[in-house]
């Protein structure tokens, strides 16, 4: 006879996780512009890393123009390299 273990008795059931919608193909937009700094602020992390796809739902495509665009914004300092100073 096996013992059951605390593993056994909590199985739960994982529900299928929304489908996140791409932001730039359900807006329309075609082209993503560097020197819209909002934009860049909310596809980054507070820490100024560019956010993965998993995050904000933005399909392939679109989040490898995301990503050369921040980067973009950054070089000509639009958008900074770290947000605030951590240590």
């Known amino acids: 006879m096996a013992k059951r273990t605390s593993k056994d008795k909590k199985k ?33 992390t507070e820490r100024g890393k560019i956010s993965p796809r998993r995050n904000t739902g933005t399909c392939p495509k679109h989040q490898r123009a995301l990503a050369t665009a921040v980067k973009r914004a950054r070089h000509i300092a639009l958008v900074p390299f770290v947000r605030e100073y951590f240590r």
């Open 12 to 44: 739960k059931k994982k529900r299928p996780a929304k489908k996140k919608k791409c932001y730039f193909c359900t807006e329309g937009i075609v082209a993503i512009d560097y020197k819209d700094i909002e934009l860049m602020r909310k596809m980054t």
